[in-house]
């Protein structure tokens, strides 16, 4: 009698579980699983920033040898080509801010002062000058520039603050006002102008001090909306492209966790330790992306408090938001509303999606063979 009330027990527990189990995964309701990997073979590291459904292939970029690659899905460098110096049909000495696809299969490269554009065999077709603050350098590419089409003409989105943290380029009152913004180019006269500045309510406006490190954002265009996601940001901005970027609407974003700390005063140090604990200590939302059919992925940093800075922070070893990737989190939206339930983030670095609900991640180098090759993960985002 004993060992039946004992085995009754233990079957009402399991099916207990077994509820509270499915309970939770139709909760969460989305998972992400890795699909495949590839590798891509170069003496040096290469930053993919774009695919082409139509042409079935990504565009990278190799660090130091600066050849633009045009690689296939399994890893394989299809083509080489190198405009690194003066000339014609070259970029000059200035690596790519930004770097895709864009009309008619065109490849867009932007510079501090220029976007280019050239054919399928990397003949320029198009130079345009852009009026820039500042001549920004970088060793990579920092995304890749974004377009949508007005009455069968292209309009890009482009300028330093598009891919950079505005804490790097304010220096001044008002920089406040102008560097956070996106500028919109009309190729077609070359023409320019600001567009979307902070909200009033922005966390940006509330101080006259500035968030170093956070002071950044995230975006992408869908049909006749730009999606903007900011750092610090508690809601998702979505605009209209249709009616001169008017604000359209409001997604509100709730955090499991998200560990804020004070803005600075303009001008303080880099070397300061407080802008070290905004760097490495503050929550931040890093980037959203669009999956189609209206999902969207939003990946933040839940932040730390100084207690786990502290255990994680050696001179032999320094603190790395690596070492606390269970901080990393991954939100689903799905029609304009937040789907309950987070999910871990893998390892790596999220570049893009691409394929409706798929991401391509960067893998991490090791730390402790030098190699020749840069590896990526691609996930796929499905319902459970």
């Known amino acids: 009698m004993r060992n039946?009330?004992?085995?009754?027990?233990?079957?009402?527990?399991?099916?207990?579980?077994?509820k509270h189990s499915d309970t939770l995964e139709e909760l969460l309701g989305y998972q992400l699983v890795k699909i495949d990997s590839f590798r891509v073979d170069n003496l040096t590291r290469v930053?993919?920033?774009?695919?082409?459904?139509?042409?079935?292939?990504?565009?990278?970029?190799?660090?130091?040898?600066?050849?633009?690659?045009?690689?296939?899905?399994?890893?394989?460098?299809?083509?080489?080509?190198?405009?690194?110096?003066?000339?014609?049909?070259?970029?000059?000495?200035?690596?790519?801010?930004g770097m895709s696809f864009g009309p008619n299969g065109e490849r867009m490269f932007q510079l501090p002062f220029q976007l280019l554009s050239y054919d399928k065999d990397y003949n320029q077709t198009n130079n345009i000058r852009i009026m820039?603050?500042?001549?920004?350098?970088?060793?990579?590419?920092?995304?890749?520039?974004?377009?949508?089409m007005e009455n069968g003409q292209p309009r890009y989105l482009v300028g330093p603050s598009t891919f950079l943290s505005a804490h790097l380029l304010i220096y001044t009152e008002e920089g406040r006002d102008t560097l956070q913004n996106f500028s919109l180019l009309y190729p077609e006269s070359g023409n320019m102008k600001s567009i979307i500045p902070y909200e009033a309510d922005s966390y940006y406006k509330k101080s006259e001090h500035i968030y170093y490190w956070r002071m950044g954002k995230s975006f992408f265009i869908d049909g006749n909306e730009l999606v903007v996601l900011h750092h610090?940001?508690?809601?998702?901005?979505?605009?209209?492209?249709?009616?001169?970027?008017?604000?359209?609407?409001?997604?509100?974003?709730?955090?499991?966790?998200?560990?804020?700390?004070?803005?600075?005063?303009?001008?303080?140090?880099?070397?300061?330790?407080?802008?070290n604990e905004l760097n490495y200590m503050s929550g931040r939302n890093e980037k959203i992306l669009s999956l189609g059919n209206q999902i969207w992925l939003l990946?933040?940093?839940?932040?730390?408090?100084?207690?786990?800075?502290?255990?994680?922070?050696?001179?032999?070893?320094?603190?790395?938001?690596?070492?606390?990737?269970?901080?990393?989190?991954?939100?689903?939206?799905?029609?304009?509303?937040?789907?309950?339930?987070?999910?871990?983030?893998?390892?790596?670095?999220?570049?893009?999606?691409?394929?409706?609900?798929?991401?391509?991640?960067?893998?991490?180098?090791?730390?402790?063979?030098?190699?020749?090759?840069?590896?990526?993960?691609?996930?796929?985002?499905?319902?459970?």
């Open 47 to 97: 930053q993919i920033t774009d695919f082409s459904e139509k042409e079935n292939i990504f565009l990278g970029y190799s660090e130091a040898e600066n050849d633009i690659l045009e690689i296939s899905p399994k890893g394989e460098i299809l083509k080489r080509v190198n405009r690194r110096g003066d000339g014609p049909n070259n970029m000059g000495n200035w690596t790519p801010l």
């Open 299 to 384: 990946s933040y940093f839940q932040g730390v408090t100084p207690a786990m800075y502290e255990a994680n922070n050696s001179e032999e070893s320094p603190f790395s938001t690596k070492k606390v990737m269970e901080k990393h989190k991954l939100l689903v939206f799905k029609d304009g509303q937040q789907v309950p339930g987070e999910i871990q983030k893998p390892e790596g670095n999220i570049i893009f999606s691409f394929k409706g609900n798929q991401i391509l991640v960067l893998e991490e180098t090791s730390e402790e063979t030098e190699e020749e090759f840069t590896r990526y993960s691609i996930y796929e985002v499905k319902k459970r």
């Open 232 to 275: 610090l940001a508690d809601d998702i901005l979505v605009y209209d492209i249709d009616n001169d970027f008017s604000l359209k609407r409001r997604v509100p974003i709730t955090h499991s966790a998200f560990e804020k700390y004070n803005p600075l005063p303009i001008g303080t140090a880099m070397d300061d330790p407080k802008v």
């Open 132 to 148: 820039s603050p500042l001549p920004v350098r970088a060793n990579m590419p920092l995304g890749r520039t974004a377009y949508f």
């Open 4 to 18: 039946s009330s004992f085995l009754l027990a233990l079957c009402l527990l399991v099916a207990c579980s077994q």
